[in-house]
């Protein structure tokens, strides 16, 4: 009995890490797909589940003046912005960075490989970074950027609040500041939609306030399309998302979830966008006969893909060479009749890897993610 729920905890944690923006793809050994065990839930709200109407009349607040008035992002390797409800511009295209499953829980190698990552991915004209304190690796990403020699105020910083920091949130985004060594945050998410509303709501609130003191550019909301109640009470409050992080890829198109987001003038960014590493899509016969007329890789299709849909997205790789292959995609457009092609692959639901059902695995959000204190060299 002891071993059953001690495997049934360990996986429930291990979904929770990798549900989340910039799951380690384009690897040389992809990972296997994993399903889901959670019951289905729909994509998008039922009819009990109906969102508020939003009020036409109401204009997205600005971020306030702080620290982040220094930002000075311009576009590199041809990478276009996106214009968030706002007003702020976002580079469309960037680096997830959440690899913990090949460091085997060795959080100095974890920072150091992340660390080496994020420094190449900017040398090669990345200007967007997906992180997460429950990615263990902030300090490590943080030394990558100055690593790299690109300024800080050139370069969009994402980072997210674990569920466990939604009762203080205000003082742990001043921690994610200290781990990264930065001033500010160019958008901050709430990483998953666990725990009672009014908690999740108090971190929103505090989010609110970093924002219109000028240390956050955006706000956003990451897996809240697997719980209408927790998305309908953050469309309540006065400061609307700008961003909706969600798992998307050919195989999972998530039409009524974007339907959602479009509702709300809300930005849709992309996480899992190769499928898992999924063979079934990297070896499809359709994005092969698409990567040969372009003299591309599947991989490159598939981002172009996004970045055609109008997504953001955020392939991850701890590979130099793939980190390079995966923004050596502004030199070619797809097709109108290979992006419908592309969009008769989506298997609806049943096509997604992860469907987190909140209310089975609450639970396990309430931890504190690890730290780590060691020294670069």
């Known amino acids: 009995m002891r071993k059953t729920v001690a495997l049934l905890l360990a996986l429930a944690l291990a979904i929770s890490l990798t549900a989340c923006g910039g799951a380690t793809e384009n690897t040389d050994t992809a990972p296997e797909s994993q399903e889901s065990t959670e019951p289905a839930q729909s994509d998008g ?3 009990s589940d109906e969102p508020p109407a939003p009020d036409a009349d109401t204009l997205v607040e600005a971020p306030g003046s702080g ?5 000075r992002i311009t576009s590199v390797e041809g990478v276009p912005f996106i214009t968030l409800n706002n007003g702020v511009q976002m580079p469309q295209f960037g680096l997830g960075t959440q690899i913990q499953s090949l460091e085997n829980g060795d959080l100095g190698v974890l920072n150091e490989t992340s660390r080496e990552a994020v420094a190449a991915a900017l040398r090669s004209g990345y200007r967007h970074l997906d992180d997460a304190h429950g990615y263990l690796q902030e300090r490590g990403v943080g030394q990558g950027i100055r690593d790299s020699g690109v300024p800080r105020e050139e370069i969009w910083i994402t980072d997210k609040l674990w569920p466990s920091e939604y009762g203080d949130a205000y003082n742990a985004i001043d921690g994610m500041l200290e781990r990264l060594g930065v001033e500010y945050l160019d958008l901050v998410y709430l990483h998953h939609p666990a725990g009672d509303i009014d908690t999740i709501v108090a971190a929103w609130k505090d989010m609110e306030r970093a924002y219109r003191e000028g240390k956050i550019r955006a706000l956003g909301i990451s897996n ?3 719980r209408m109640d927790a998305f309908n009470a953050i469309m309540e409050q006065e400061i609307k998302p ?3 992080q969600i798992e998307c890829h050919p195989f999972a198109q998530r039409q009524g979830t974007r339907e959602l987001a479009e509702q709300y003038n809300i930005q849709v960014e992309c996480w899992y966008p190769l499928g898992h590493g999924d063979q079934r899509l990297l070896n499809a016969e359709t994005l092969e006969s698409i990567a040969a007329a372009h003299d591309k890789s599947v991989v490159q299709i598939i981002v172009r893909w996004h970045i055609q849909e109008g997504f953001s997205v955020i392939p991850g790789s701890t590979n130099p060479d793939h980190i390079q292959e995966n923004i050596e995609i502004f030199d070619f457009e797809l097709t109108d009749e290979e992006m419908e092609l592309i969009r ?8 997604r890897y992860f469907n987190i059902n909140y209310d089975f695995m609450g639970g396990m959000f309430s931890g504190a993610p690890r730290e780590w204190e060691g020294d670069f060299e």
């Open 344 to 351: 008769a692959m989506d298997q609806g639901e049943s096509g």
């Open 224 to 226: 809240f399309d697997n």
């Open 242 to 244: 700008q961003i909706m």
């Open 45 to 47: 709200p039922t009819q």
């Open 67 to 71: 620290p982040a008035d220094g930002s």
